[in-house]
């Protein structure tokens, strides 16, 4: 089974709290000082909020399956998708050790794949994806280089 993912960077965090408890009608399964996180059944949906974030709004969005053959069926349609895909492997990021990939939808929104195999007492250790305005671990999409003659 695969679930969306949702991740939202916030001002407030109490305050999307109370907001998104009231929406889906029950507290997060996570909860720490900088992010939230509802892992819900109705609707199907693995949906986070952070303060970490830059930009305020949706950070990304993500498919979160249940076991390595989902993995590798998702991996391949990514494959599919004419867009590069960035192969992250094993990662720490959201208080979770997970298995991921990312990739970028024609308007630049970031994609994340991924199988989580357990808890972390940490945010994220992965270096590389850091200095991103993201709230996550979401890489900075690759940029075709300008044509333009404008700075």
């Not at 004419?82 to 979770?96: F, K, L, N, Q």
Request: proline content about 5%.
């Amino acid at each position: 089974m695969k679930r969306l993912h949702v991740n939202i960077s916030v001002e407030n965090l109490k305050t999307s709290i109370g907001f998104y408890s009231s929406l889906f009608g029950t507290e997060p399964q996570v909860l720490k000082q900088d992010y939230a996180k509802w892992m819900l059944d109705d609707p199907l949906v693995n949906f986070a909020i952070t303060t970490r974030g830059s930009r305020k709004g949706i950070d990304h969005l993500g498919i979160q399956v249940e076991n390595d053959t989902e993995l590798d069926e998702v991996y391949t349609r990514l494959q599919t998708a004419d867009a590069p895909v960035i192969e992250e492997g094993e990662t720490t990021c959201c208080y979770a050790n997970s298995t991921k990939s990312w990739i970028f939808d024609p308007e630049g929104i970031a994609w994340e794949t991924f199988l989580t195999r357990g808890e972390s007492p940490v945010f994220g250790s992965d270096t590389k994806m850091s200095g991103s305005d993201s709230a996550c671990c979401t890489p900075r999409q690759q940029q075709e280089p300008s044509t333009s003659s404008c700075c």
